[in-house]
């Protein structure tokens, strides 16, 4: 199974930006679908961005729709979510998360593997 480590949360003012990264290790990160999810206090976890194995195909929620980018280096292993125009309610813990399964990307029940999480908070 991969591990999956998240780096790059913190506190930034509305209309700021950050990058989250996502480091795996264990298994090669080709064999992935790669995921980010974010839950809020009090709240479900939620669909943020999805991109497949080869990076080809990338999909968004309809929140974050272009203001996020996610990418990935197979190469170094590494998954990519670039976040401009913050909003207060994008403040959430983010997670990275891997499937290896076909299925929907939308949907946390899909994949197998989970970082622990960066806090993003966004200051109005």
């Known amino acids: 199974q991969v591990q999956l480590v998240e780096s790059g949360g913190g506190l930034v003012q509305a209309g700021g930006s950050l990058r989250l990264s996502c480091a795996a290790s264990?298994?090669?990160?080709?064999?992935?679908?790669m995921g980010w999810f974010r839950q809020a206090p009090g709240k479900e976890r939620e669909f943020v961005a999805a991109i497949s194995r080869n990076g080809a195909s990338t999909y968004y929620a309809d929140s974050v729709k272009g203001r996020f980018t996610i990418s990935r280096d197979n190469a170094k292993n590494t998954v990519l979510l670039r976040m401009n125009s913050l909003k207060p309610e994008d403040t959430a813990v983010y997670y990275c998360?891997?499937?290896?399964?076909?299925?929907?990307?939308?949907?946390?029940?899909?994949?197998?593997?989970w970082g622990q999480g960066t806090q993003v908070t966004v200051s109005s």
């Open positions: 998360a891997a499937k290896i399964w076909s299925g929907s990307v939308y949907s946390p029940s899909g994949y197998e593997s």
């Open positions: 264990g298994r090669p990160l080709s064999s992935y679908t």
